[in-house]
């Protein structure tokens, strides 16, 4: 059974500091997704990394994925107040029918104070 | 038109009732899936239509059940549910699996009551 885990799973730092938070998992795959979800609301989807070695950047967010060491990173640059939510992790697995399904982690609950 | 969209938002529903939650999307997608998220939890895959095939997360109770008119709109059946079925269930789409990432719906947020 796939194993998704997310560390840490809280963080409280400060504006204007850097942080990387991290994704493993327990079986092959090379498909990661990283997604936001503020309170009471749906999933935002972030980043799709699809292969080894992939790098995304968006604004302060940057994601990784190292496919050989079953990790995703997600570092965050000079973090501001808007960036408080909880951020998930999820793989994608071959499901039955030629389908995918996500497994997600438990995710991370990120609070940036002023 | 970018978006997921899911009908009701909120909705409580008693145990003997029968409802439907609904769910569409115009990107042209040709996979749709239902995933339930507990207060506090992870998502949890319930339902994937591909083209129009249903796949099922094994442990999921027969009181819910899916449906696909066709590919743009997906049904979820509620039925007989328990308390312990409320959740905020979320729609997504994708192209075919996940290669251009998936769309999520606002949510429906279920109390049974």
């Known amino acids: 059974e796939l194993k998704v885990e997310q560390n840490p799973l809280f963080l409280s730092m400060q504006e204007g500091k850097n942080y990387t938070i991290y994704c493993n998992y327990s079986t092959t795959s090379d498909r990661l997704y990283w997604y936001r979800q503020d309170p009471g609301k749906s999933l935002e989807s972030l980043f799709v990394l699809l292969s080894n070695g992939a790098v995304k950047q968006e604004g302060r967010l940057m994601a990784s994925l190292d496919t050989k060491a079953r990790l995703s990173t997600l570092h965050i640059t000079a973090a501001v107040h808007d960036l408080s939510a909880t951020y998930f992790c999820a793989v994608g697995l071959l499901f039955q029918g030629g389908s995918e399904k996500l497994v997600f982690g438990k995710g991370m609950k990120l609070t940036v104070n002023p | ?113």
Not at chain 2, 79 to 90: C, F, G, K, N, V
């Open chain 2, 1 to 113: 038109d970018t978006e997921v969209t899911q009908t009701p938002k909120h909705l409580v529903m008693g145990m003997t009732n029968k409802k439907s939650l609904k769910c569409e999307q115009h990107m042209g997608h040709r996979a749709m899936y239902w995933y339930k998220q507990k207060a506090k939890k992870p998502p949890e895959l319930m339902f994937v239509y591909s083209y129009e095939k249903l796949s099922i997360n094994e442990s999921v109770p027969s009181r819910f059940s899916p449906e696909c008119p066709n590919s743009s709109l997906l049904n979820l059946h509620l039925h007989a549910l328990q308390p312990e079925d409320s959740a905020l269930y979320l729609c997504a789409s994708s192209l075919t699996w996940g290669a251009g990432g998936y769309t999520f719906g606002s949510g429906t947020r279920l109390t049974v009551v």
